[in-house]
Each structure stands twice: as structure tokens, then as C-alpha cells.
């Protein structure tokens, strides 16, 4: 096998076509097919391209939500399913908590501890993103019960109380979250995603306290004083908040965050304002959870999003999911739930996606990917600067770190035309926010294939002009 | 690669024996190991036998929390995964809800559909148990909410409060559930599982209403009239909680129950009980959400516990995982979101899962697995009368469905102890509810394993009497 990669986009009809309408009806009578974009051909994609049942061939800036890290069918990722030895990872996959293979911890330590947070030497694997933050809040709310109780020994009250869903078993604790941000859909995770009505609408939901997330103005050098100060306005607000759900006997357990808010429209903020936050949370007495779901993984040019604050401790947990393949959570060590059983379920995980993810890593240290990354999203930023001084009535806010970049675009139904229109070019993206394009490029994708991109782009752009 | 199985359990040492031990210091540095039993050679492990890493050999009747559907490394599977045109289905893992592979409309037919439940053709992926019952818990929700509105076009108010956890956008609904039940982890699933303290304690819940599980007597034969009563009883006061939250506010939109409740002790209900509380739901407009996570997938000698009711129509949604590989749910055509990105994640599964259920189904017909669990149920049941004939002080209340069977022990140090014990004579089983054994052995546990259980058992009770 080798490493092998189609030369451009070829497109052969509309998108989605015919053979993708007839089983998008197909797949109607079995499900709700309103998200459906078109069906592909995974067997035929290759590196940056995704290929659909109808032959088309498009350069991929989307990946998947951004959960591909190093393209499709990855040499190396096929290899490693011919190796007999890997075989049984497959087919019988364990109750992770009470039955781990013999390969689980070196494999933990080869693959996610290889690539540790600072400060962090111990990770849970989970299923999924939002399994990885429910679980994460859970080892927030018992490791702040803890503390206010001043020992791990539970009343007689607590645990009756529990039981029944009341408390002081079923304590009156609550995560601060940040308007805009997107932390999974799960009923916990729910109550802390404030980026689209469609997700919360009808689900009950917790009272629990939502800062504002900083509003930068850009080009960022022109403001840098206005956005220091909407910066340290929500701070503020967030202390505020901590206070009066304090006051309200709602304590805040812990604050989530994303460095990058990326459902909610690739908001960005200064790395001094994660500090103070971080400092913020250790004031109150909060747990500091950062969601890298979406930015961990290394699109942004590191492995981790955090990691571009230069901090040693940036965080008391830090979730994953997506590009890392499983989904988990790493913590400091006090994070660690202190009896068996409550951070639990069947799998726990998977380690068959472990042993993709060791793969995965030895190709981005074998490649230098992460350069690759910072030497793409240059030229990205670049291009998408040059674009928005081009048609600025149409394009603004061009902004990113690494190849993990987005713009906005005058209005919403002028964004999800030009997605349209690349598409029907050969160029794949995603939204995001109210009127952004967001680039969310495999770890793989070169400078050619920037420019690749932009020569599409401007094509779309310069036919809506 | 022809079937093989060992003749067997062998046991080279204690379990957890010098190698395991080693290997759960090495795991404890990275993460909490209070629940680990033993790390496994699953490269060895074949049928019903588990291998561990110090050679023990033992025979297999908790199946990783009832999790493995056929046994270890059945050649069916094994034979899978050599084949290069299911390669992609592992290396390309897709977001389903957007991009879908061509093959799947005819793999959910082949597998899923192709067990539906009575009344359903329809089916949403998700990749665990909880996350299942998080995203079947939001399907009733939005459908009540509907059906609330009369239309589903919700007002400014309720898309501007949702986005910040308020009424009447995130409304006050509920789940009803039941004192014993298990339905997961995450904090929707949470406030509906009620089986051990240590799964809820210090984790915030919804005030929701939990009805109690009838407390059946057994012998059945000797207590019909006292158990007729006693459902009843907990039928009435289902009635009683339905009506009490909609005076409270907080109207039922859905029950979920378990047909025999497995982590809270394998408490079973008649059929009877199951039609009247299908009723009820109808009449109070609650939607009715029946738990498959653990019964579902052939154990109880149908492929769907609530096969034995006899109904047509027995629920609105049916939710599994663990045996059928892929988490989901199953859902009459109302329950559907009626827009898209209403249930949703990344990921919605896992193809390669759906690959794995197709052949596990095509093993369970071809072998005729089904057939095969009900005579070992009949004997497996038929011993542990037996057995609680032999030992009227230690053993009492044997019961069960095909081989989902349980058995109370006269308290919880002596279930723990004999647990232990069975393993050092090689048989795995796993407890449930304050005292009872649960066993929980795959679709290819047959006769002659039953009897092998059985002697052990026998031993490790005569020791103890």
C-alpha cells in the first residue's frame, strides 16, 4: 500500500445526485433524512477527497464534523487491520472497568498519555464527546461534594436522598457555561450548549448560570483595546455569576469552556483571558474543565488548542473526542472520583479505536504534521485575508490558528449558498455560528491543497459578487 | 478458522493472579482501578471461555456485563474482518447523520430491521446504552411537546428561553421511572436509574416521579394472589405520580422501564403488569419507553424480552445496545423528531458496529441460538431449583428467562463470597440488586455449559453450607 491521493476535485453531476436521492428516500423510510447532505464512497475516497455514490470527487475541508484526522483510508490505518495480532481488539470488545485486555495500559500510555495536557498524567476513555462531558461534570460535582464535606465518607441522608433523585444526596450544584458555546447533547451536557435553539428546544433543562463569551472585534491589532475591555467585561460577569448561583445555593461545581467556540460561530478569545478565567475558577474554588472535542487533535498547530495560553496548568480536566477517534477526558489527579463505580459503564470506551489513535499519532509525529498544520493554516489565513480585502461587502472576520480558520459572510442564506456552491465545485465545508464558513481540513491537508481550495473559492465568490 | 472451543475451565493460579495484579499497578497510576477483576488474554479466549493473563481459563456466565452476543473470537466475526471490503467500514468512520455510507439503508434493513420490534420500521443509531436513552428521552420530550402546541412551530418565546435553560422553551416535563430500574449514567439517564446509591450520589437530578416495581413472591405458583395484588398496588400508584406531576407542573411525557429489571436485581413483572402499564401511558398521553439495553438481543430465549407480553403494540420506543454491538432505539413513526438536527451528534453510531450485528444475527438464525438458550434456560433454571431445594437457608427465589436468570443468596457478603470462590473454580459471575446473582451467559451457552456451571456451583456451595 501506498501512500496515494487523487490530483483535484471531479465532479460528474449536481450534488446530491441521483444515486444519493434514491437512498436518501431509501434511508427516509427508516429514519430522519433532513440532515443528510448526500451518500459516500468511503471505499474510493482517498487522503483529502471524499468520494460520493454518484462518482463526484470533492476536496474535503469539513472532514466528517472534524473528526478525521489524517484523511481517508490512511495507509498506515489499513495496515493496522491486516496485523492478525490487532484482530481481537475488534471482534471482542471488553467491559472496559472491570475487564481490560493485557495491551490497555501500554496502549493508554503509547497513544493519549503520549500526548498528555500539562499537568495531567491519568484519562478516562469514553464513547463519545458527550459521554466524555457528562462523565467529566460528574467527577466535578463528586470531587466538590468532597470538598464540602471535608471527607469522601457520604451521610446516611445523602445516600438515601439520592436515591430518589433529591437532596442533599442529589446536591443543588451547577457548571457555568458561556453563551455560544457547544459541549454535547446529552441531557447534562444540554444544559451548558447555548449555540442553536434547535438543540435545547423542548428538552428540560438546569438552572444554572451562562456567561457571556467575549465578542471580539476584528482585524484584531485595530481593537485591541475594545476587546480587552469586552474581555474583562465577562469576566467580570462570570464572577458575578459564581456569587449569585452561590447565593442562590446553586454553587458552581465547575466551569466548561472551549479555547475555540466552534459550533457556536469559531469564537476566539486572548490567552490572557483563559488565564484569568483559570484564575477565576481556583478563586471560587470551581473546577476548570476545557472542551477540546473540537480543537484537540491538532488542527490548530499544536496537539491541544489550550496549549497556545503557554500555561503549565491550564486546566483541572480537559475533554476529547472526534480526531482523536475515542472519546475521554484527562484530569488532575484530585479530579479522580475516589471509590469505583461512579465514573462507569458497560465499555468504557473502545480499544480498538485506542489502537487507531496510536496509529494515528505515530503518523503525526512521523510526518511532522503539526508543522504542516501551522505552515497550512498561514497560507489559509493569508489567502482568506487577501479574499476578504477582495469582496469586502461580502466577507469579513477571517480568523483562526493552525488550518482550524473561519470567516463570516454577509448573511445566513448567502453563507449556505456559497457551502452550496462550493460544493457543486468539488470543495466540501461546514457552517457554523449565525453566517460563518468554518475550514476544518484533516491534519493532511497541504499548502496545495490551500491553494487548491482558495482557486474554488474565489471562483464561488467572484460569481455571487 | 473452524469453531473451537475448550473443553473446560482450567486455573493455573488465584485470580487476580502475579501477572494481573502487575498489570492493575501499572493501570492504577493512570487510572481509578477499585472495580478492575482481572486483565484478559482475549487473543486466547474462545466460546464461552475467558482467558485471563495469567492462563487461567474460565467458563464465561457474565459475558462482560451481558455485552458479548456470540462468545469470543467466533470464526463468523473473525472471517469478517478479513474480508478487504469491510476494511473501510472500520478505518473511515463517518458522521451517519450527514454522510452517510452507500451500504447503509441495506445494513440497518439487514440487521436492525430485521429484529425490529412489533409495530416499528424505524431506527436511530447512537454509539452506547446511554446515550440511547438520553436521545430516546428527547424524542418523547419533543413529541409531547408537540402535541402540547397541537403544531410543531415553536413560539419566539420558546426559541429565545431555551437558549438560556428556561421554561417554557427547555420545559417542565418528565420521565416516570422505577425504583430499581437502571437506564444509565448520564444525568438524563441518571435521574430515571435508581439501583445503587453510588451511581447517583453527588450528581444534580431533575425532580421527576419514581413509581415502585412490584416486589414479586416466588414460588409464582403459591403467591398469585398476593402478586396480583401487589402489581396492582404499584399500578395504582403509577396512576397516582402521573397525575400528582401534572397538578406539580411537570406533566409525564414518557415511562421507561426495563421488562425485567437486570442491574437492580433481576425483578421480574407478569405480562399482565406490562399491558395495564402500556395502557395507562395510552390513557394519560405518556409515551411509553421500553429498556432492551440488557435483555434485548436474545437472552431470554426471544430476541426481545417484551416479546413474552404478547402485544402488538407494546411500546412506542424500544432502546439496546451491549448484545446488539450499536447502541439506538427503535421508535413508532410519531416519535420521530419532526426536524432535523433535533437528535443528533457526530457520530450517530458506528457502521462498523451495524457489520458486526449483521453477521451476529446471521449466526443466531443460522445456528438457531434462540432455540438453543431456551432449552439452556430451561436447565439452567431447572438446576438452580435444584440447588435451592439442596440449600433452603442459602439460596431462594431462583428465576428467569431463558438463561437470564438470577438467584437471591442469603445476604450480600456471602453472594460476594460466593462470586469469588466460583472464580477460583473458574466460572465468572457477575452480582446484581442487594443479593443476587445474576447470570448472564452468551447465545451459545448450552446444555452441557449448564451442566458444567452447575457442578461448580454445587461445589462452591457445599464448601460454604
Redesign the interface.
Known amino acids: 500500500q501506498v501512500e496515494f491521493e487523487y490530483d483535484g476535485p471531479s465532479m460528474k453531476t449536481q450534488v446530491p445526485g441521483p444515486?444519493s436521492q434514491e437512498?436518501t428516500k431509501?434511508?427516509g423510510?427508516?429514519?430522519?433524512?433532513?440532515?443528510?447532505?448526500?451518500?459516500?464512497?468511503?471505499?474510493e475516497?482517498r487522503g483529502n477527497y471524499?468520494v460520493d455514490?454518484d462518482g463526484n470527487r470533492m476536496l474535503d475541508v469539513y472532514t466528517?464534523?472534524s473528526?478525521?484526522p489524517i484523511g481517508?483510508?490512511?495507509p498506515a490505518?489499513?495496515k493496522l487491520?491486516t496485523n492478525p495480532?490487532n484482530?481481537?481488539?475488534?471482534?471482542?470488545?471488553?467491559?472496559l472497568?472491570?475487564?481490560?485486555?493485557?495491551n490497555?495500559?501500554d496502549k493508554?500510555?503509547e497513544s493519549l498519555?503520549s500526548v498528555a495536557p500539562s499537568g495531567m498524567?491519568?484519562?478516562?476513555t469514553m464513547?463519545?464527546?458527550?459521554?466524555s462531558n457528562?462523565?467529566a461534570?460528574?467527577a466535578m460535582?463528586?470531587w466538590?461534594?468532597?470538598k464540602e464535606r471535608g471527607h469522601n465518607t457520604?451521610s446516611d441522608e445523602?445516600?438515601?436522598s439520592?436515591?430518589?433523585?433529591?437532596g442533599p444526596?442529589?446536591?443543588?450544584?451547577?457548571i457555568l457555561s458561556f453563551?455560544g458555546g457547544f459541549h454535547?447533547?446529552?441531557?447534562?451536557?444540554l444544559?451548558t450548549t447555548?449555540s442553536?435553539?434547535?438543540?435545547?428546544?423542548?428538552?428540560?433543562?438546569?438552572?444554572?448560570p451562562?456567561a457571556p463569551f467575549p465578542k471580539l472585534q476584528y482585524p484584531l491589532e485595530e481593537f485591541t483595546r475594545e476587546n480587552a475591555q469586552e474581555e474583562a467585561r465577562c469576566l467580570e460577569e462570570v464572577e458575578d455569576l459564581i456569587v449569585k448561583w452561590r447565593q442562590k445555593g446553586k454553587p458552581v461545581a465547575g466551569i466548561v469552556i472551549e479555547p475555540i467556540q466552534a459550533e457556536g460561530g469559531d469564537n476566539h478569545a486572548s490567552p490572557d483571558f483563559f488565564k484569568n478565567l483559570r484564575n477565576i475558577a481556583r478563586k471560587h474554588g470551581c473546577a476548570f474543565h476545557v472542551d477540546e472535542v473540537q480543537t484537540g487533535g491538532g488542527a490548530t498547530g499544536k496537539f491541544w488548542a489550550h496549549e497556545h495560553w503557554g500555561m503549565d496548568d491550564p486546566a483541572d480536566i480537559v475533554s476529547f473526542?472526534?480526531k482523536l477517534?475515542t472519546g475521554g477526558y484527562y484530569h488532575r489527579d484530585e479530579l479522580?472520583?475516589d471509590?469505583?463505580?461512579?465514573?462507569?459503564?458497560?465499555?468504557m470506551g473502545d480499544p480498538?479505536k485506542n489502537l487507531?489513535l496510536a496509529e494515528v499519532l505515530n503518523v503525526i509525529r512521523r510526518e511532522n504534521l503539526l508543522e504542516e498544520v501551522t505552515r497550512s493554516g498561514k497560507a489559509l489565513l493569508h489567502g482568506l485575508y487577501e479574499l476578504q480585502a477582495q469582496y469586502p461587502g461580502l466577507l469579513s472576520r477571517a480568523r483562526g490558528q493552525g488550518t482550524f480558520c473561519a470567516i463570516d459572510i454577509r448573511d445566513d442564506a448567502t453563507r449556505n449558498s456559497i457551502i452550496l456552491k462550493a460544493r457543486d465545485k468539488g470543495v466540501l465545508l461546514g457552517g457554523c455560528g449565525e453566517r460563518s464558513i468554518r475550514f476544518r481540513p484533516a491534519l493532511v491537508f497541504k499548502e496545495y491543497h490551500v491553494h487548491l481550495f482558495l482557486n474554488i473559492f474565489n471562483d464561488v465568490l467572484a460569481q455571487l459578487k
Not at 29 to 43: L, M
Not at 97 to 102: N, R, T, V
Open positions: 444515486r437512498l431509501q434511508l423510510d427508516i429514519q430522519n433524512v433532513g440532515a443528510v447532505h448526500f451518500f459516500c464512497n468511503y471505499e475516497s471524499l455514490v466528517q464534523i473528526s478525521i481517508y483510508n490512511h490505518l489499513l487491520m495480532n484482530l481481537s481488539a475488534f471482534v471482542n470488545r471488553p467491559a472497568g472491570i475487564l481490560p485486555p493485557e490497555f495500559p493508554l500510555t498519555l498524567t491519568r484519562v478516562q464513547a463519545c464527546g458527550s459521554c457528562e462523565n461534570y460528574k460535582f463528586i466538590y461534594r468532597n457520604p445523602d445516600l438515601s439520592c436515591m430518589i433523585n433529591q444526596g442529589c446536591p443543588d450544584l451547577s453563551m454535547g447533547r446529552t441531557m447534562g451536557c444544559a447555548h442553536k435553539a434547535i438543540h435545547k428546544l423542548d428538552v428540560p433543562s438546569f438552572d444554572w451562562i473526542s472526534k477517534l479522580q472520583a471509590k469505583p463505580y461512579r465514573i462507569f459503564n458497560t465499555w480498538s487507531f
